[in-house]
């Protein structure tokens, strides 16, 4: 049986980042750059095996077959020779490769359902390579004005018929495009929709991937009609919905023909909370998904420290109250937290409350993967200020309404969230998307 085969480019040694060790080998959110190409050639459905070529060092060390258990093979002095000595193992390791797939450590947003999505495409084509349209000006150094649509940015990943890349491949060449070495009557199909595909070369980029690489907006054209059929019959427990969200999400619900457990303030105080008074007052109402649209704010001259432990108990320890909850519930729980825009940067005269969503996206971030295993699907909404009775308080009635999200705005994706398989998202809101 024919085999698709991965290959991780990871032998550079980083001249133009300049750092004391290879850029692959840098810190990412916590992990090693190159972790995040090896987790998605693990999570793909398609590659049957897949190998790491890396520098001399590496290979001697072997500190990311030991770590990672994969396997290994030295690379060249460049990355065409690093590609082919990767290919010279594979057809005399791996006699019946069929397709390959090829990409490079260095860009850490790679998934394995994309993986995934290249091989099929080989199905009907000879190379599948990752393609971008240039939008900026484009010209010729002596001043003259180049046509863009002519031209196009070639990257990683790239996928390829084994037997035609092997036959045409040169390590010698000065290409640096691997596709450009093939014939040019092979079948060539550019896929332009890996938006998010930043290679690291450059110190700031690693700064910039760390934010980019947890970035996810929720996308108000989303087909989500499977996830209001799903939801039909659940029981949800609401917290905080006598508030402007709390309450429209609400009533969204029961149109949606779930049962609802909303408690009152005095029935549940986020405050004093504890997952005894919840169980006390849920008794055998056993949710399905906990939504927890409560807050408390107040402005910085209020005191900080005066206000310290009430505003980070609400919007902060209650959250950790309700996945204990949701734990000991022993099924299946679909947890929506609720966030802010002001946890992408500490706002003026609100520094508290910023503090705290901070603290949300941590938790889910920290948390999300042990919590799935215990059965709780934990995600949280970040949206922009909501046009709620607390915000116009905190900005005394100032803020242009234009400027404010609607409720009705975020209640897709609480939908959606209320009822996904994901978990560990932060899904960002944004008025116009």
Known sequence: MSKNIGVILAGGIGARFHGNIPKQYMKLNGKEIIT????????????????????????????????????????????????????????????????????????????????????????????????????????????????????????????????????????????????????????????????????????????????????????????????????????????????GVGSVIKEKFKELNVNILSPTREEIDLETVTVEALKEYCKDFKPDIIINAAAFSAKDDAGLVAMFDKLFSVNLKSNLVLMEFAVQLNKKVNLVLFSSSSSTRGRKDIALYSAAKVGINSLVESLANKMQEQGVYINAIIPEKINTPMIQKLHDGKVNERELLDVEYIMDAVVFYATTDTFGDLIHIRKGL
Do not use: W
């Open 36 to 243: 995040y190409s090896i987790e998605a050639f693990r999570e793909a459905k398609k590659i049957d095996e897949f190998l790491c070529v890396v520098n001399e060092d590496e290979f001697i060390n072997k500190n990311i077959k030991e770590k990672y258990n994969v396997k290994c093979i030295k690379g060249g002095s460049s990355r065409n020779e690093s590609l082919a000595n990767a290919l010279s193992y594979i057809n005399e390791m791996i006699p019946d490769c069929n397709k390959v797939f090829i990409h490079e450590a260095a860009r850490p947003f790679i998934k394995g359902s994309l993986i995934d999505k290249y091989l099929d495409l080989l199905d009907e084509n000879d190379a599948v390579i990752t393609a971008a349209k240039v939008t900026d000006s484009l010209g010729y150094v002596d001043g003259n004005i180049a046509d863009r649509s002519n031209f196009l940015l070639i990257q990683a990943p790239e996928a390829f018929d084994f037997q035609l890349l092997r036959k045409h491949f040169d390590a010698k060449s000065s290409i640096t495009a691997t596709v450009h070495q093939l014939p040019s009557s092979v079948r060539i199909y550019n896929y332009y929709d890996f938006k998010f595909n930043l290679k690291v070369t450059y110190p700031e980029d690693l700064f910039i991937a760390e934010q980019l690489i947890k970035l996810k907006y929720y996308d108000r054209n989303h087909n989500f009609l499977q996830h209001k059929l799903r939801i039909s019959r659940k029981k949800a427990l609401i917290l905080g919905a006598s508030g």
